[in-house]
């Protein structure tokens, strides 16, 4: 079970990540801090391209034992507008898709048609009856993201925050696989 290394359509494209877009994607996450900030841990101060070197590693083990396919986001110029990525950690028959978005690409649909693209992909791989997206309910570009893809809220998760946006409510949405 594992998706294709690159995925068009809509205007961007998804390609695997590449350890040779570390100062990139650096650049990019450094760029959207005061946003990424507010909703993923990982993102600080001290997020430098060793850090992405780092993610992009742990992504590839990840790619290679099956757990999580991440990608960069392109336009159709070539430009890294964020990242999306596929999971499994919340259990057999489930992807579970993650994002960021460069904020300069903000609010232009990329994230609603990556999201889109990597949904369709997901549920075409065997086993896979759903695709989930979760979020702090204080996400609303998140929200957007999920309604717009007709994802439909299944659960509420409570939690500690771990980010200064969230409040500590997750939301969890999924689509399933059309019936055949």
């Known amino acids: 079970m594992e998706p294709p290394e690159v995925i068009n359509g809509d205007g961007l494209v998804l390609r695997r990540w590449e350890p040779v877009w570390a100062a ?3 650049a990019a996450v450094r760029e959207s801090l005061p946003e990424l ?26 790619w290679a034992e099956g757990t999580e396919f991440n990608y960069g986001i392109f336009d ?29 690409y903000a609010g232009r649909g990329y994230m609603t048609a990556a999201v889109r693209e990597i949904t369709r992909v997901a549920l075409t791989l065997p086993e896979i009856e759903r695709v989930a ?17 007709g994802f439909a809220e299944v659960r ?24 055949t």
């Open 37 to 62: 900030m507010q909703y993923m841990p990982w993102a600080s101060e001290a997020y430098d391209e060793e850090a992405s070197r780092a993610f992009l590693e742990t992504s590839s083990k990840n």
């Open 76 to 104: 159709d110029d070539g430009q890294l507008v964020g990242s999306v990525g596929l999971m499994t950690r919340m259990g057999p028959g489930i992807m579970e898709v993650g994002y960021w978005m460069r904020s300069a």
């Open 133 to 149: 997206i979760r979020f702090d309910a204080s996400n609303a570009g998140s929200a957007a993201v999920a309604r717009k893809n």
């Open 156 to 179: 509420r998760i409570e939690r500690e925050p771990q980010a200064p946006g969230e409040t500590g409510t997750d939301i969890v949405t999924e689509l399933r696989k059309p019936a």
């Open 24 to 26: 990139e994607a650096a």
